[in-house]
């Protein structure tokens, strides 16, 4: 091959290549939205409301009913990522720390009905395709109010009626396994079921168990981050 021929040959493959860069850097920034290097970043919050069934363990079985509303505020976020079927769509692993204060009740009848508000702690790991595994820890306030009526002797020999009640401590937790819809779909939407398990303080001066099982639905607000 002829030096003119070689010098042809090589701007011929300049200017291609020139031609071709911004090809090249328009397929990059077609996926820059879609591949994250430190995972999807999300605020991510729930409002719950949970059916509650206390179970009391004597002959014969009881279950006292109740309902509880919560908030999960995200307080720590660490997204894993996972391999998908294309490098352009990796699995989003998330896992999550919320504070969950909980407003609720217990009712049980010619007994006392609890009142409590607990903040809870709990860590949520969520897999791709939308279920999760959560762990809670609680520690609360629990009132409990005599279903009865209550009559208080006076010191001129009178009875009184009067509203009583014991104020307690609650230390317990539970396991809740769930899917959150909003997780692959468009539907803002999670539910969640499983046991849990807490003491109060005091009764008589013991801990009384105390085992439920919850159900519950929660709306999840997701905004991704830019």
């Given amino acids: 091959m002829s030096m003119k021929k070689r010098i042809s040959y090589i701007?011929?493959?300049?200017?291609?290549?020139?031609?071709?860069q911004p090809t090249?850097?328009?397929?990059?920034?077609?996926?820059?939205?879609?591949?994250?290097p430190d995972g999807i970043k999300n605020k991510k919050y729930f409002v719950t409301l949970t059916g509650i069934g206390d179970v009391e363990v004597m002959k014969p079985i009881n279950v006292?009913?109740?309902?509880?509303?919560?908030?999960?505020?995200?307080?720590?976020?660490?997204?894993?990522?996972?391999a998908g079927k294309s490098s352009y769509s990796p699995k989003i692993v998330e896992r999550e720390i919320y504070i969950k204060p909980t407003f609720g009740y217990i009712y049980r009848k010619r007994y006392n009905t609890a009142i409590f508000f607990i903040p809870e702690l709990a860590y949520r790991h969520t897999l791709a395709k939308g279920?999760?595994?959560?762990?809670?820890?609680?520690?609360?306030?629990?009132y409990?109010?005599?279903?009865?009526?209550?009559?208080?002797?006076?010191?001129?020999?009178?009875?009184?009626?009067?509203s009583f009640?014991?104020?307690?401590?609650?230390?317990?937790?539970?396991?809740?396994?769930?899917?959150?819809?909003?997780?692959?779909?468009?539907?803002?939407i999670a539910i969640n079921f499983g046991p849990n398990i807490?003491?109060?303080?005091?009764?008589?001066?013991?801990?009384?168990?105390?085992?439920?099982?919850?159900?519950?639905?929660?709306?999840?607000?997701?905004?991704?981050?830019?």
């Fill in 11 to 20: 701007l011929f493959l300049l200017v291609a290549l020139i031609i071709n």
């Fill in 24 to 36: 090249v850097n328009a397929q990059d920034d077609k996926y820059k939205d879609i591949i994250k």
């Fill in 64 to 82: 006292n009913l109740g309902m509880s509303v919560s908030a999960g505020l995200r307080i720590l976020y660490k997204p894993k990522i996972k």
């Fill in 131 to 142: 279920v999760f595994l959560e762990l809670n820890f609680d520690m609360g306030y629990m």
């Fill in 144 to 162: 409990t109010k005599m279903n009865a009526p209550t009559y208080e002797r006076q010191a001129d020999g009178s009875f009184k009626k009067v």
């Fill in 165 to 188: 009640g014991f104020h307690n401590v609650v230390v317990g937790g539970k396991i809740m396994a769930g899917y959150d819809f909003s997780k692959k779909h468009k539907t803002f």
């Fill in 198 to 226: 807490f003491y109060r303080f005091p009764n008589n001066n013991k801990w009384v168990r105390h085992i439920a099982l919850e159900m519950g639905i929660s709306y999840v607000f997701r905004k991704i981050k830019e």
